[in-house]
């Protein structure tokens, strides 16, 4: 069965950055898209972009260009998110989504607190 | 960016009633939009796609409809384990973008 197995909650610091990870199991890795989504407390979900494993193509939101950093490593079926120059705005939980538009399906979520 | 509006926010219902979420665009976005369920401890699992085709394995009580700007989410008959978060999400136009949610509750 298809799982996105992501990374454990991280508390960071402000002007930090972080790198989060969300590992693909039960489908062929490079044959589909992964999205990064954003969850704040009370807010709405936010796209964050998506990156296309087998070229390493990459799409962001521009909300979040210069702020996250979409990566992947084939050999070990793990797409990355690094997060940079960390505010408290960036706490939330974030959530990797197989495919660029249509997200089937969804890791349990990773929470960032970014907090001094 | 298209902007969901999602209604209502909260829903209090009761176990067997029949529910409709709506979903509003700010314009047309031909039929591109999809119903997810978020569970307290996050899990979030995708519903319906391409308004109304039921996600494999997910219940027949749950239904999806819409045109245009005007999209909904019905419940036929509330079960314990549908009261959740509730977001639709639209695919039309880049960048894809969520409604605010709704939260159904318990009555």
């Known amino acids: 069965q298809v799982q996105l197995q992501q990374s454990g909650a991280e508390l960071t610091k402000p002007g930090s950055s972080v790198k989060i990870s969300c590992k693909a199991s039960?489908?062929?890795?490079?044959?589909?898209?992964i999205s990064w989504i954003k969850q704040r407390p009370g807010q709405a979900l936010e796209w964050i972009g998506a990156?296309?494993?087998?070229?390493?193509?990459?799409g962001y939101n521009e909300k979040f260009k210069g702020k996250a950093t979409l990566t992947v490593d084939k050999s070990s079926s793990t797409a990355f998110m690094q997060l940079s120059s960390l505010t408290p705005e960036d706490t939330a939980v974030y959530y990797c989504?197989?495919?660029?538009?249509?997200?089937?399906?969804w890791g349990q979520g990773v929470m960032v607190t970014v907090s001094s | 960016d298209i902007q969901l509006t999602q209604s209502p926010s909260t829903l209090p219902a009761s176990l067997g009633e029949r529910v409709t979420i709506s979903c509003r665009a700010s314009?047309?976005?031909?039929?591109?939009l999809n119903w997810y369920q978020q569970k307290p401890d996050g899990t979030v699992k995708r519903l319906i796609y391409?308004?109304?085709t039921l996600e494999s394995g997910v219940p027949s009580r749950f239904s999806g409809s819409g045109s245009g700007t005007d999209y909904s989410l019905s419940i036929s008959s509330l079960e314990s384990e549908d009261f959740a978060m509730y977001y639709c999400?639209?695919?039309?136009?880049?960048?894809?973008?969520f409604g605010g949610g709704t939260k159904l509750e318990l009555k």
């Open positions: 039960g489908y062929t890795f490079t044959s589909y898209d």
């Open positions: 999400l639209q695919y039309a136009t880049y960048p894809q973008t």
């Open positions: 391409s308004t109304s």
């Open positions: 990156i296309n494993p087998g070229s390493g193509g990459t």
């Open positions: 314009q047309s976005i031909s039929n591109s």
């Open positions: 989504a197989r495919g660029w538009d249509y997200f089937d399906y």
